[in-house]
């Protein structure tokens, strides 16, 4: 019974979580403006990366964990270097 609600708790978290997906995608691509789309950018990879948590606990496999890390590093650093670009017109002094 418990591996059911688990299992039918984990579907519901996928499907939402693409939904979420889905509508940051739009938010990136429809943006009318820049800090929209960094933002839609930043919620993007947000959900990419629970999305292969709800994966890899669903799979029992460590590796889905390694990229959700690497995703969430890759993606913090993007969305700070994007948005000092906004600020400052320029990512390095």
Not at 11 to 26: D, G, R, S
Not at 50 to 68: D, H, K, P, Q
Not at 69 to 75: D, K, V, Y
Request: hydrophobic share 60%.
């Amino acid at each position: 019974m418990a591996a059911q609600i688990l299992d039918g708790a984990l579907v519901l978290a996928q499907v939402l979580l693409a939904a979420a997906m889905a509508i940051a995608a739009y938010r990136l691509v429809r943006g009318p403006r820049a800090q929209d789309r960094i933002l839609g950018l930043d919620t993007f990879y947000v959900n990419a990366m629970l999305l292969l948590v709800v994966l890899g606990i669903r799979s029992g496999t460590t590796l889905y964990f390694e990229a959700a890390l690497i995703i969430g590093m890759l993606g913090f650093v993007g969305t700070v270097a994007f948005a000092k670009f906004l600020m400052r017109g320029e990512v390095i002094e």
